[in-house]
């Protein structure tokens, strides 16, 4: 029997996340265990009028790269994906791990070079997508290796997945235009700010954000989706931040991360457990002891730590700051080769000021956006 | 199957099929039924020091283009497919369907626009093999819905598919060059003649093969083999024949198949199932109607039908002809999308005649070459 979530989900995906129109060319990526969505969503590219094609691989595959081939394969570039990038209108890529833990014993190094190499790809793709000859989302279909990371059963994590798509609902299309403009609108709010201020446990931190855009996440780049978000001022950063949950990079925990700004730069940072994976991540270059990225987490139906950046960075009532690389398109500077999120739970006590004027408490903005204020934006 | 058959398996179609040497780049078509073969390939290929790629089926997404797919979307070649062929130095395609009937309800005419579609790329797939720009090879997993078809459990079924390919054999390699060389023989020895004429029970049909080339099949580019195969003179094939047993193509089965070709052309064609997809495939275009491929099965570790082509077309003292496609390496000159292979017994009262003598009879060749 078929899920109708899947089919929701697949719809939503091509008709509002990729708008995808007739005659374009949409790329279907997604290990073996996606399948029913990867279906799905052909069916639905098919109907859209697009020229959808598929591309799965297996899983274990990755790993065996790593075990059997030499640092020449590792950084090997198919001249079939240089090809096939030009090609592409639209591409989904479905994560669909049948365990997250795999590469846990991969040697850091040869990851890295293989990340690097990969990275060549995907920057000629982000410079296809950012200049808007193509889109892009990442969405996840639910395994039991990733409800096992959330510490759910998989009937469980597919509820919590699907509610937070919210593709549960007839029509999730109509939710996420209403989320849409309303993150628009905080957005161009947030826009006129100077300066924010983060007050939790042991938490105060006061983040200089004046001139900045803040962007709206709202369903296209990533399902599913709801934050605001922008890249602060690289050198106006100053006080303490402690994360209350564990901060992941590449698999890896650090447990209780505590971090003192000074200037921008972080000058103190310690960790009660993986110290040292947090120590050695900051030394990666000059831009990783500074912020990239400002975010406010706004996705209520995602209500607690999954053990996956895709629904973490988005829990309703959070706040995340990246160390590293920040975002062009607001502003940012940052050029790090690190960027990890990193998370701030702020549901219980937690406030934020922006320009000495408390609009943030537990959790929620104290006020709705002003809509009006996305039309004279767009206006000015 | 057992890892250490898939084990073999792998061995076999990585070190002796495609010689994968350092820096090809090699791909790998198939679907998740072959999980287990696909994981051992990827590390052979890895060790061999090639660079694998794997573009898996999704099981359901032809149907529903040739159910749902409007002309753009039927006639669109997708740029992973074009690429693949025309830059890959190997490519292992290997069948591991799950269900072999999965197009019995779709309307034929569709299933035969969809196959022109592809013939672009089935021209630079052929050309290149034929050049020795690419090194092919296709081969099958056993899958539940292979066994079926061959009315066999899958261990027996596991059993069988192992024993074609002689991989129980101390050293297959060694085994697949010998029997490549005897192929061989029987190769040189057709080379001489100039007109073949085969006789069996519905089958009487006479093909000029003068000037062509023979080829001796040996495990390279299918796996199992065995066969002799060469492209026969276009205007020169007449007569019947009649193709034994029922086989799945395009996801349906075909059965009671029976032609009758004049001057190189099917004039006459029945079938006692499939009848109808049977004519859509001849009106596919030009070539269809003609006839690409005509060879010898030779393989007498094949004994029995079991439903799939790349086995039943090998079976020693059979001999089958492919309507559509010829070889470019045989100097056959039909172009066509189709190329479909029916298989013909002779093993029971079958003649042929080179050149007016009988040179085989009950499947087998007289001389003893094989």
């Known amino acids: 029997m078929t899920d109708t979530r899947i089919e929701r989900l697949a719809a939503l995906l091509v008709d509002y996340s990729l708008e995808l129109r007739e005659g374009k060319v949409l790329r279907i990526d997604s290990l073996d265990a996606g399948s029913p969505l990867v279906l799905a969503l052909y069916g639905a590219a098919l109907r859209a009028g697009g020229l959808p094609y598929t591309n799965v691989s297996l899983s274990g595959l990755g790993e065996a790269l790593f075990q059997y081939g030499s640092d020449e394969q590792l950084t090997y570039l198919s001249p079939i994906q240089w090809e096939e990038i030009e090609h592409l209108d639209a591409l989904v890529t479905i994560w669909s791990e049948s365990n997250t833990r795999a590469f846990s014993r991969v040697d850091p190094t040869r990851h890295a070079a293989y990340i690097a190499a990969q990275r060549k790809l995907s920057n000629r793709r982000w410079e296809r997508i950012s200049s808007g000859e193509m889109s892009w989302c990442g969405t996840l279909y639910p395994t039991n290796a990733h409800a096992q990371e959330a510490e759910m059963s998989l009937a469980e994590y597919e509820d919590f997945v699907y509610a937070a798509c919210h593709v549960h609902e007839k029509d999730p299309a109509a939710h996420w235009r209403a989320v849409s403009s309303q993150l628009k609108a905080r957005a161009a709010e947030l826009g006129g700010v100077r300066e924010l201020r983060i007050l939790g446990p042991e938490t105060d931190l006061r983040v200089g954000v004046e001139g900045r855009s803040w962007l709206a996440a709202d369903g296209r780049y990533n399902l599913p989706d709801g934050e605001v978000f922008t890249s602060p001022l690289e050198t106006e950063t100053e006080g303490e931040i402690r994360y209350t949950f564990p901060a992941v990079y590449h698999g890896r925990e650090v447990e209780d991360v505590r971090l003192r700004f000074e200037g921008g730069r972080v000058v103190e940072a310690e960790a009660a457990r993986g110290d040292d994976y947090l120590q050695s991540l900051l030394e990666m270059d000059a831009g990783a002891r500074v912020l990239g990225e400002v975010a406010f987490g706004l996705n209520y139906e995602i209500d607690r730590f999954t053990r996956n950046i895709l629904f973490d960075e988005k829990i309703g009532g959070t706040m995340h700051l990246a160390l590293g690389s920040g975002f062009p398109q607001s502003g940012g500077q940052n050029t790090s080769g690190l960027h990890w999120d990193m998370i701030c739970d702020l549901r219980r006590e937690g406030e934020v000021h922006a320009d000495g004027e408390l609009i943030w408490k537990d959790g929620r903005f104290l006020a709705d956006p002003v809509l009006e204020m996305v039309e004279s934006r767009v206006r000015g | ?370």
């Not at chain 2, 409007?70 to 395609?93: G, N, T, Y």
């Not at chain 2, 050293?171 to 057709?190: K, S």
């Open chain 2, 1 to 370: 199957m057992s890892s250490d058959r898939v084990l073999r398996l792998a061995d076999v179609l990585v070190g002796y099929s495609t010689r994968v040497r350092e820096g090809d780049l090699v791909c790998i078509d198939t679907g998740p039924a072959a999980a287990p073969l696909i994981r051992e390939l990827w590390r052979r290929v890895l060790e061999a020091g090639g660079h694998p790629q794997l573009r898996l089926d999704v099981d359901g997404a032809p149907e529903l283009l040739l159910r749902e797919g409007s002309d753009e979307q039927m006639s669109w070649v997708s740029p992973l497919r074009r690429a693949e062929v025309e830059k890959a130095d190997v490519r292992i395609a290997v069948y591991a369907d799950v269900n072999t009937r999965a197009n019995s309800g779709v309307d034929p005419e569709r299933q035969a626009r969809l196959e022109r579609a592809h013939d672009p790329i089935r021209r630079i797939h052929f050309s290149r093999v034929a050049s020795g720009d690419l090194r092919y090879v296709v081969t099958l997993y056993p899958t539940l819905a292979a066994a079926q078809d061959a009315d066999m459990s899958l261990s027996d079924y596991e059993d069988f598919v192992f024993r074609a390919g002689l991989l129980e054999r101390d050293d297959p390699r060694a085994e697949w060059e010998a029997l490549g060389r005897a192929y061989g023989l029987v190769a040189d020895r057709l080379g001489r003649h100039a007109e073949i004429r085969v006789v069996g029970d519905g089958t009487d049909l006479t093909l000029g093969v003068n000037g062509r080339t023979w080829v001796a099949s040996d495990g390279r580019e299918n796996f199992p083999d065995g066969e002799v195969f060469t492209g026969p003179v276009e205007s020169r094939v007449d007569g019947t024949i009649s193709f034994t047993y029922p086989s799945s193509h395009a996801g349906r089965r075909i059965s009671g198949v029976k032609l009758e070709f004049r001057g190189g052309e099917v004039v006459r064609a029945e079938a006692e199932e499939g009848e109808t997809f049977l004519r859509e495939m001849l009106a596919l275009d030009e070539g269809a109607r003609r006839a690409g491929e005509f060879a010898f099965g030779l393989n007498e570790a094949l004994t029995e039908f079991t439903g799939h082509t790349l086995f039943d077309e090998k079976i020693g003292g059979t001999v089958h002809l492919a309507l559509g496609a010829s070889y470019p390496e045989t100097g056959g000159q039909v172009q066509s999308a189709l190329h479909w292979d029916l298989v013909c017994d002779l093993r029971n009262g079958g003649e042929v005649y080179a050149d007016g003598e009988l040179v085989y009879r009950d499947g087998r060749f007289l001389d003893g070459v094989v």
